[in-house]
T-cell receptor, first 115, second 113 residues
Framework: AQSVTQLDSHVSVSEGTPVLLRCNYSSSYSPSLFWYVQHPNKGLQLLLK??????LVKGINGFEAEFKKSETSFHLTKPSAHMSDAAEYFCVVSEERGSWGKLQFGAGTQVVVTP | NAGVTQTPKFQVLKTGQSMTLQCAQD?????MYWYRQDPGMGLRLIYYSASEGTTDKGEVPNGYNVSRLNKREFSLRLESAAPSQTSVYFC????????????FGDGTRLSIL
């Protein structure tokens, strides 16, 4: 069975400084991994996905994530935070087989960006 | 292109009342999902429909029923609402299996008094 742990429930950064959101996962098979962002009163929007093609994945709005199998991690980064990045971020894992349709969501990381 | 549309956006019910949440997608996706979101718990899958004509239970199906009306529409029904079902409900759709990204609606905020 798969599971996902987001290591920080809240992250506060200053505008223009780097953002790091940490995610560890466990999976019995080769996982697919996603990061989603949720702005207030909105649904979730896909930032990026990893499906074994490349370990460094680039997403929208300047975000990227690196898949590290040895560390079972999929951390999300952005070099320079913008005020519009204030939102909640979810790390999501799914297995290639055995759990069709059953994504496992992390508990979320709330990002606050200060001027 | 509307994507995934959920109605209503807000609803308040009394305990014991019934209600159906509607969801429609215009992306020609095969698979559709219903989630609930509660503070500090991420999203939990209630039911999903792999393709038109099929539905399956997710992680938290008790107290809910679903209908895949056609390829576009997937409804969620609460037969006898309980305060524990107060939550934000999200519908999502995807092309197919779980390694495909899911596209989400804006949610239905449901309060059960």
């Amino acid at each position: 069975a798969q599971s996902v742990t987001q290591l920080d429930s809240h992250v506060s950064v200053s505008e223009g400084t780097p953002v790091l959101l940490r995610c560890n996962y466990s999976s019995s098979y080769s996982p697919s991994l996603f990061w989603y962002v949720q702005h207030p009163n909105k649904g979730l929007q896909l930032l990026l996905k990893y499906t074994s093609a490349a370990t460094l994945v680039k997403g929208i709005n300047g975000f990227e994530a690196e898949f590290k199998k040895s560390e079972t991690s999929f951390h999300l980064t952005k070099p320079s935070a913008h005020m519009s990045d204030a939102a909640e971020y979810f790390c999501v894992v799914s297995e290639e087989r055995g759990s069709w349709g059953k994504l496992q969501f992390g508990a979320g990381t709330q990002v606050v960006v200060t001027p | 292109n509307a994507g995934v549309t959920q109605t209503p956006k807000f609803q308040v019910l009394k305990t014991g009342q019934s209600m159906t949440l509607q969801c429609a997608q215009d992306m020609n996706h095969n698979s559709m999902y219903w989630y609930r979101q509660d503070p500090g718990m991420g999203l939990r899958l209630i039911y999903y429909s792999a393709s038109e004509g099929t539905t399956d239970k997710g992680e938290v199906p008790n107290g809910y029923n679903v209908s895949r009306l056609n390829k576009r529409e997937f409804s969620l029904r609460l037969e006898s609402a309980a305060p524990s079902q107060t939550s934000v409900y999200f519908c999502a759709s995807s092309l197919g299996p779980s390694n495909q990204p899911q596209h989400f609606g804006d949610g239905t905020r449901l309060s059960i008094l």
